[in-house]
């Protein structure tokens, strides 16, 4: 009889392969509330990789077997073939996974033993294929930044009050856009706040601006909402690599596309927060300026990756077009 891996965070019934049904999630929250499976495909950024790990390894009964980016394929598969030294089950837990072979996948697949593997890149088909025939996948890769942020606040709201401590939407805002990038940086800096929250009703910005310092992405985001939102150009703001001038290109993706959701026909639901803030002004730009804001930004990433002008003149040029976009707007 085949041993499953329980992804629970309360264990219920055990289930047998044959009735098993397949499960895709995009979060993690989704997938680890799910059933039991013995397959599992992770798509995942890389820094997302110790939150994940560790969650999985708390709900764990068994013996488990980490093989990270040095690891062989022939150690990883010699593991699994042995039966285990206490006659319990097995886990594995396989990092950088991208560049195993078909081959090498049908010898895992023919394996019981329960796995989940991590891929930093989007699997092709006929792999995911394979996971939805016996398995399940997490795809964090197809989360969205603004969805990530959304769920991410709902979170922390919920889980200071499950400690009597309020949050507002805007403070948790802000905390998340410092630590939304990072799953395990959100939730070790989480738990930051519920022990500096011990015998407080309340936490509000000063308390987040004192504990959760600013990283490169949320002054990206800032500085993104600046130029776009008011169409003015920052003078204290600092674009020194190709891979800071990368992640304001995100910033000012999302920002685009929000504006879009806000003045589409049928608008998509957006937080309402976020709609005070920016609707008024979405409308008056209209959606053709957010669609011609994000041809702007595709042109900008192609420069950023081949021009040999410097991160801050590239940006300097892209802040000056989105202005004078937003200046124009009758020529659109």
Known sequence: MSMFLCLQFKVTEEISFARMEFMQARNEKDFFSGKRFSKNLILSEEKDYPHLMGVIKKQVKGEVFSYGEDHLFTDVINEIMQPSLFGGSKVFIITHCDSYSDDQWEMLFKEKEGALFFLK?????????RFKKGGAILNLLEEKPWDRKNRLIAEAIYTLAQDGIV??????????ERVYTDLHLFHSELTKLRCYGIGKSKLDAVDVDALVKPLAEENAFKASEEI???????K???????SMLLQTLGAFRFQAYLGLKMTAR????????????HKQRAVT???????????????????????KLS????????????????KNLKKI
């Open 121 to 129: 890149k989007t699997a092709k088909k006929s792999l995911q294929d």
């Open 236 to 242: 204290n703001f600092s674009v020194d690599s190709v």
């Open 266 to 277: 049928e608008p998509s639901k957006v937080p309402l927060w976020q709609e005070k803030k």
């Open 285 to 307: 730009l209209g959606s053709s300026f957010f669609k011609k804001t994000l041809s702007i930004l595709f042109k900008a990433e192609e420069r950023a990756k081949q021009s």
């Open 167 to 176: 949050i507002s939407q805007p403070v948790a805002a802000l905390f998340v």
């Open 311 to 326: 991160p801050s003149a590239l940006f300097d040029l892209l802040s000056l077009e989105i202005i004078a976009l937003s």
């Open 228 to 234: 776009l939102w008011k169409g003015k150009m920052l």
